[in-house]
Structure formats: C-alpha cells, structure tokens
C-alpha cells in the first residue's frame, strides 16, 4: 500500500490561511518551516514508526497530550539519530485516567513523512 502511495503525484499545493499560532487545523498539520502536513494513518504501530524514520521522516512531538494547542517539539537530525539508535518506541498510558499515547503517520505534498508522537510515547531520551 505504502508503494502505490508514494507512486502517485503529489497532491496539488494549496495556499491555505490561518493564525500562526494555530498548528493544526482540522486533518492539516502545519511544520514549523510552513510545510503543510496531511493525515495518512491515525494511529501506527512502534514498528512503523520505526520504518517511516529509517526511511527519513520528520518527528514531532506533542508531550502533553493536547493535540498540538501549546506547539510540538520538532526533533532535529541528531535527535532523529538517537531516535534511529533506541529502537522501538513505548506506546503506554494512564488505565485510570483514560489516557493513552498515540502515533499517528502524516504527509506533505512533496512526500515528506511525519511521525506525530503524542501523550503517552516514550522514545529513547528523545521521548521521555
């Protein structure tokens, strides 16, 4: 599936206008460098994630679990290593609490992948 994907053109660029301080809105992500990012999975698997980074993709992380409403961290090319370097990541949560963690898989329009770590995801020291 992942192959027929990335077969197809890339979906038309759209200029799109909101507030700065909005990084989401609706199923759209928008990265820190003003690339836009859509939805492709809502949830993935630690091994995914695994494979979208060893292919190259972005991480962002959304530590308290908010959706993105106080900013993502965006990780770095070294911190992405390190991230390479740990293994699989630890999807868990709060039973009590009904809080879990999730990872979820996003797309540009050029074909960057984005993996969004939220809550509840632990990553080597990246993620912790």
């Known amino acids: ?17 909101i507030e ?7 199923v759209d992500l928008l990265g820190p460098d003003g690339t836009w990012f859509d939805r492709v999975e809502n949830e993935i698997s630690p091994g995914r994630a695994v494979e979208l980074l060893t292919s190259g993709a972005q991480v962002a992380w959304d530590a308290c679990g908010c959706g993105g409403f ?8 070294d911190s992405r290593a390190r991230l390479r370097k740990a293994g699989r990541p630890q999807i868990g949560g709060r039973v009590k609490r ?31």
Do not use: K, N
């Open 1 to 17: 599936m992942l192959e027929e994907l990335r077969a197809q053109p890339p979906a038309p660029v759209v200029e799109r206008s």
């Open 20 to 26: 700065p301080f909005d990084l989401r809105y609706g």
């Open 70 to 77: 106080c900013g993502f961290i965006w990780l770095d090319d």
């Open 98 to 128: 009904g809080q879990w963690g999730v990872m979820s898989h996003w797309r540009s329009a050029a074909g960057a992948d984005l993996i969004v770590a939220e809550a509840y995801v632990r990553w080597g020291a990246e993620l912790a």
